[in-house]
């Protein structure tokens, strides 16, 4: 059974999806079963991956981790998202761009993630 807003990737192909309507059916993708990916809250290692939140002009700049995240080819942060209540705002990022975004919200305890194509989905708060 999926939850609304779960993240799952195929461990072969590499397909990440994320839940926009739960149901009770398994997820699979190239013969296998899809793994749910578990938010992490915790940077390990040199690299920064929890998102920091700060109050700016429009809105809410979500950095990702506190010392800026490598945006290399082979290694990048391929999504950065915020969702209070109801709404969700996702910003999709290429290799070369800051990791960052500004969203128009007003709140910085907000919750964000973000995906990064090596480490997974990290976030600010479960």
Partial sequence: MTE???VYKCEKCGNVVKIAHAGDGELVCCGVPMVRMEEKTADV???KHVPVLE???GG???KVGDVP???EEKHYIEW???RKGRKLYVHKLNPGDAPEAVFPIDDVNAKARIYC???GL???RK
Wanted: proline share 4%; net charge negative; charged share 30%.
């Fill in 4 to 6: 609304l807003l779960e």
């Fill in 45 to 47: 290692g040199k690299e």
């Fill in 55 to 57: 109050k700016v002009e």
């Fill in 60 to 62: 809410v700049k979500v």
């Fill in 69 to 71: 995240h490598p945006m």
């Fill in 80 to 82: 950065i998202e915020v």
């Fill in 117 to 119: 194509n090596i480490h």
């Fill in 122 to 124: 990290w976030t600010n």
